[in-house]
């Protein structure tokens, strides 16, 4: 459905996108994650056909439609949009607003297509509202029925949940999932909230300085992190030293560690990647001073200093006798 090949965007002299490429197939939802900054978003308005390509091209369903020389319109590309502030008309009604980009089709037809979006979305009986009388959620599913009533080949959305609280993205970015796959939509979403992405998306990927680090399912990104950057930024955890043994595992502070385990070429020398899953609280092991505790509401998650000064984290139980301790023994899990 969506390729994109050999990209790199720009303003001026400045290089925002360099050489990113990847592919969305028909009925898949896609997600680009990465920090503010990193080039997502102007990767997004290239698509859609709002930024020029410096190199490479785009193609949809098949079709070029940008180039170094060749761009089709926006409108032409039979692509639907979804924005960070919904951007309903105020003064139109739910009904009117989701029929807005309906205008080649007889009332009856509009009618019906409009009331098909409505049950799609779990608004039935609401195309009479007006906007403002709405929760954000349900002006988040508006907007998602107005941009899926033409039926356009692909779905963008651009931060599409920021406006909502914290407490909401998830679950609506759940809903939104359903609604999609429902509706056997190609869509392609851009985000920094790594929840929203992973409860969206069947391939997520990772921008870091406009470049597209990793593109793989999310337990993919989240276990085997293809770069340092995206180690880092994707969930919680620390890089620590290692040093590879004959056998070919990684020998650290904490014990051996499998051979294919996340490792990286730094320049603090071979470091591996511990989550706070990796690190267990136990009776003997490591003696490390706790530096901080975070309550997550099912566990904590302390922050650990090792001898040597290195920190790793650790998930712990709400029910263990640590929680307000000072120094901890901590080992590498079993199943790692």
């Known amino acids: 459905m969506l390729e994109v090949k050999n990209v790199s965007l720009g303003y001026g002299a400045t290089i925002v996108v360099q050489n990113v490429s990847m592919r969305l197939d028909q009925g898949e939802i896609g997600c680009l994650l990465g920090p503010s900054g990193c080039g997502k978003t102007t990767l997004l308005r290239a698509i859609a056909g709002f930024e020029p390509v410096r190199a490479g091209q785009i193609d949809l369903q098949g079709r070029t439609v940008a180039a170094v020389a ?5 409108q032409l590309r039979d692509i639907g949009m979804v924005f960070q502030d919904h951007a309903l008309f105020p003064h139109l009604n739910v009904g009117d607003n989701i029929g ?9 037809e509009r009618a019906a297509r409009v009331q098909e979006m409505l049950e799609l979305v779990g608004l039935e009986g609401m195309g009479q509202r007006w906007p403002h009388a709405l929760s954000g959620g349900q002006q988040q599913r508006v907007a998602l029925a107005r941009a899926l009533a033409p039926k356009p080949s692909l779905l963008l959305m651009d931060e ?3 406006s909502l609280d914290t407490s909401m993205r998830e679950s609506i970015a759940r809903e ?3 609604i999609l796959k429902q509706a056997k939509a190609t869509a392609l979403m851009v985000t920094h909230d790594q929840n929203e992405a992973f409860a969206m998306a069947d391939n997520v990927g990772v921008m870091a300085r406009g470049q597209l680090m990793q593109w793989g399912n999310a337990v993919q990104v989240y276990c085997a992190p293809a770069t340092q950057d995206v180690a880092q930024f994707v969930g919680e955890g620390a890089l620590v030293h290692a040093k590879t043994t004959p056998g070919g595992q990684w020998q650290t502070a904490l014990g051996l560690l499998p051979a294919g385990h996340p490792h990286y070429a730094t320049a603090h020398g071979m470091q591996v990647l511990l989550r706070p899953e990796h690190v267990r609280v136990a009776e003997s092991g490591v003696n490390v001073k706790v530096r901080a505790r975070t309550f997550r509401g099912s566990h904590f998650v302390f922050e650990l200093e090792l001898p040597d000064g290195q920190r790793v984290m650790s998930k712990v139980s709400l029910n263990a006798l640590y929680a307000n301790c000072e120094r901890v023994n901590i080992a590498l899990a079993a199943d790692i």
């Open 100 to 108: 807005f980009g309906l205008h080649r089709m007889t009332k009856n």
């Open 70 to 74: 060749q761009s089709v319109p926006p």
């Open 176 to 178: 939104v999932r359903a």
């Open 160 to 162: 599409p949940f920021s």
